[in-house]
C-alpha cells in the first residue's frame, strides 16, 4: 500500500546529482538571508573593533618577558589576538551548521529540504561554507583592524601568509566534524546552542587563547585536556607562523599539520556517520518538522 | 470618534484586582523561575561561564605586572582580585540588564506581553516584576563567581564595615542599572528587534568601565566616556573597599563614586522610566504590542 502511495505521487524530474551545484545553491542562498541583516553585520563588527581595544589596554598590563619564555615574542596584544580571532573563526564555522539546522528545523522549512533531491552531505557543507565566509569576514578584518590600528606585530610576508593558511583550512577540517555531530544533535533533541557554546568555552580556555599554556604545567589535568583540543595545535602553529614568521619548512609546524590532518581524518566520518544516525531516527520516528 | 465611543461600548465595569505589588513581584519571580527550570542545562552552562572566565583570568594574571594597579590606588596590586571583582560584577548587570530585554522579546515573540501589559497590572509594576528574578538568578552566579575567586587565590578584605559599604555599591550599581534595563526593554517593546542599548552597553562598560585593567591605562577621551557609566563608579568603589579595606567614612574617593551614583540614578530612573512609558504608549496607539 506504501509503495502503491509513493508510486501514485511521484514525479520523474530528474535530480540535479551535481554535489557542486547543490552546494553553491545552499551556500547563495544562505548568504542571501545573511546579506538581508546588515544592522547584524554592523553591530558585530563594532564588537571585533571594541574587543580588539580591550586586549591592547589589557597587554598593557602583562610583563614581555612572560610571553617571550612562552616563545612567542613579546607582544601580547599579538598573544591574544590570535588566539581570539581564530576561535572566533572556528566557533563560528562549526556553530553555523547546527545554528542554522535549528533555525530551520524552528521555520518549518528543514521537512522540506529533507524531502528535496538535495543530498545531506551539500546540505551540511554548503552551509559551512557560508560560515567559512563569513567568519573569515570578521577574521580577517579583526587581523587588519589589531595590526593597523593597534600595531600588533604580525608577518604578513607571503611565507608565513601561506603557511597560516593552509593551518587554517586544516584547523576547520579538524572541527568539520564535530560541528556537523553537534547538528546531529540539533535533529534529534532540536536543541544545540548550549553545546556549542561549552565547546567553544573549552576550546578556548584549553588552548590557550588567552594566557601561554606553560602556565598550566602545575595542574596535570589541565595540561592532558589542553593536549588532547585540536585548537591547541592550530593556534600554536598560527602564533608560530604569523608571530614569528616560521613556515612550512619548520618541524613543528609539519607537526601540528600531522595532528590535526589525525583529527580530521578521525572526528569528520565520525561527524558525519553521527548525523545520519540522528537523521535516520527523525525519518523513522516522523520528526523531522517538530520542534 | 469615536476610539472614545467605541471603547465606552466595549467597556465592562469589572472591579480591579487588589493584588498588591509585592503579591505580583512574588507572582512574577515564581513564573521566571519556572520557565528557566525548565532549560535547566542553561542554570549548569551559566555556571560554567562564570568560571571559565575566572579560570581564564586566574592565569592571565600571572604574567601581569602589579606596577599599574598600585599606582591607580589598588595598593594590593593584586591583578586576579582585581580582574575577579570586575569580571563577577559586570557580568551580574550585564546579565541582568540583557534578562530584563530579552524577556521583553520572548513576551513579543509569545504573544503574552499584550495580555500582561492590557491587565491591571501596570508597566512599572511589570518592570519592576520582570527584573527581579533575573536579579535574583544573577546574584546567586556572582555569590557564585567570587567564591570561586577566593578558593582560588582571590583576596579581599572582608570586615563588618566593608561588607556594608560594598553592599551599599551593589544595591546602587543594581539600582542604576535597572534604569538602563528599563529603557533599552522600551526600545526594544518600540523597534521590535534586539536591544540596541544593551548591546551598547554591554562593549562599552567592558571597554571604559575598568572591567579588565585601571582606568588609568585609557586615554582621555574615552577615561571621560567611563565617567558617565554607573559601572566605572560601582567597580571602583567595590574594589577599594573589599582591596584596600577602604569605607565611606575614611574615603574621599568612595565618597565621590557614592555620589556620582546617586546622581546617575536620580536622573536615569525617572528618564528611563519615561522612555519605556512613551515606547509603551505610542505601540499601545499604533496597536503593535502584540506584534514582533
Known amino acids: 500500500m506504501d509503495n502503491q502511495l509513493i508510486t501514485y505521487f511521484q514525479d520523474n524530474v530528474a535530480p540535479d546529482k551535481s554535489e557542486v551545484r547543490q552546494i553553491w545553491g545552499i551556500f547563495w542562498g ?13 553591530t558585530d563588527t563594532f564588537n571585533t573593533i571594541v574587543s580588539i581595544a580591550i586586549y591592547y589596554f589589557l597587554s598593557l598590563q602583562v610583563q614581555p618577558s612572560q610571553i617571550a619564555a612562552s616563545g612567542y615574542g613579546t607582544s601580547y596584544l599579538a598573544f591574544s589576538l590570535i588566539g581570539i580571532a581564530f576561535a572566533n573563526y572556528l566557533w563560528f564555522c562549526i556553530n553555523r551548521i547546527s545554528h542554522s539546522m535549528q533555525s530551520e528545523i524552528r521555520e518549518g522549512t528543514f521537512e522540506t529540504i529533507a524531502s528535496s533531491p538535495i543530498r545531506m552531505r551539500s546540505y551540511l557543507f554548503g552551509q559551512a561554507a557560508r560560515g567559512f565566509l563569513v567568519g573569515l569576514y570578521y577574521m580577517v578584518g579583526a587581523l587588519a583592524v589589531g595590526v593597523y590600528g593597534f600595531n600588533a606585530p604580525l608577518h604578513f610576508e607571503p611565507a608565513a601568509l601561506l603557511t597560516s593558511s593552509l593551518v587554517l583550512v586544516f584547523m576547520v577540517l579538524s572541527h568539520l566534524g564535530l560541528g556537523i555531530f553537534i547538528a546531529g544533535i540539533v535533529l534529534v533533541y532540536k536543541q544545540a546552542d548550549p553545546v556549542t557554546f ?14 601561554p599554556l606553560q602556565l598550566l604545567s602545575n595542574y596535570p589535568p589541565l595540561a592532558i585536556a589542553s593536549e588532547l583540543m585540536p585548537y591547541t ?37 565520525l561527524g558525519l556517520w553521527s548525523f545520519n544516525v540522528g537523521y535516520d531516527r527523525i525519518r523513522t520516528e516522523g520528526t523531522t518538522s517538530s520542534y | 470618534m ?6 465606552q461600548m466595549l467597556q465592562e465595569p469589572t472591579v480591579r484586582s487588589k493584588t498588591t505589588l509585592a503579591e505580583k513581584a512574588k507572582a512574577f519571580i515564581v513564573r521566571d523561575f519556572k520557565i528557566y527550570w525548565t532549560y535547566k542545562f542553561w542554570v549548569v552552562f551559566d555556571v560554567i561561564d562564570i568560571a571559565i572566565l575566572v579560570a581564564t583570568y586566574y592565569f592571565v594574571a600571572q604574567i601581569i605586572t602589579p606596577a599599574h594597579l598600585v599606582a591607580e590606588g589598588y595598593s594590593s596590586g593584586d591583578y586576579f582580585t582585581f580582574a575577579m571583582l ?3 560584577f559586570s557580568q551580574y548587570v550585564q546579565n ?22 492590557s491587565s491591571a497590572t501596570s508597566y512599572r509594576s511589570y518592570l519592576l516584576g520582570a527584573s527581579l528574578f533575573r536579579f535574583l538568578y544573577g546574584t546567586i552566579i556572582l555569590v557564585g563567581a567570587l567564591g570561586l575567586g577566593l578558593l582560588i587565590g582571590g583576596k579581599v578584605i572582608l570586615t563588618p564595615s566593608t561588607l556594608a559599604t560594598g553592599a551599599v555599591f551593589a544595591l546602587l550599581l543594581v539600582s542604576g542599572h535597572l534604569a538602563i534595563g528599563a529603557m533599552s526593554a522600551g526600545i526594544v517593546v518600540m523597534i521590535k528587534r534586539g536591544d540596541p542599548i544593551a548591546w551598547g552597553f554591554t562593549w562599552l562598560t567592558q571597554l571604559v568601565s575598568g572591567v579588565f585593567y585601571p582606568l588609568g591605562l585609557l586615554p582621555w ?17 567595590i574594589r577599594r573597599t573589599f582591596m584596600n579595606g577602604e569605607t565611606f567614612f575614611d574615603s574621599a574617593v568612595l565618597q565621590t563614586d557614592l555620589v556620582a551614583l546617586i546622581a546617575f540614578i536620580i536622573i536615569m530612573v525617572p528618564l528611563s522610566l519615561q522612555v519605556f512609558a512613551w515606547a509603551y504608549r505610542r505601540s499601545q496607539r ?3 504590542l502584540g506584534q514582533y
Not at chain 1, 198 to 207: D, G, K, P, Q
Open chain 2, 96 to 117: 541582568s540588564v540583557h534578562g530584563l530585554t530579552e524577556g521583553v522579546r520572548d513576551e513579543q515573540w509569545t504573544g503574552t506581553i499584550e495580555t500582561i501589559l
Open chain 1, 30 to 42: 544562505q548568504l542571501k538571508i545573511f546579506m538581508t541583516y546588515r544592522t547584524w553585520v554592523v
Open chain 1, 233 to 269: 595545535y592550530a593556534l600554536d602553529a598560527l602564533r608560530k607562523s604569523l608571530i614569528q614568521g616560521a613556515t612550512l619548512a619548520s618541524q613543528d609546524i609539519l607537526f601540528d599539520l600531522a595532528v590535526l590532518v589525525v583529527y580530521a581524518v578521525i572526528l569528520l566520518p
Open chain 2, 2 to 7: 469615536e476610539s472614545d465611543k467605541i471603547i
Open chain 2, 86 to 88: 570586575g569580571i563577577a
Open chain 2, 286 to 288: 499604533q496597536g503593535t
Open chain 1, 198 to 211: 561549552m565547546v567553544s568555552l573549552f576550546m578556548e580556555f584549553f588552548a590557550g587563547a588567552l594566557f
Open chain 2, 221 to 237: 577621551y574615552l577615561k571621560w566616556v567611563g565617567f558617565a557609566l554607573p559601572l566605572t563608579y560601582s567597580l571602583d568603589g
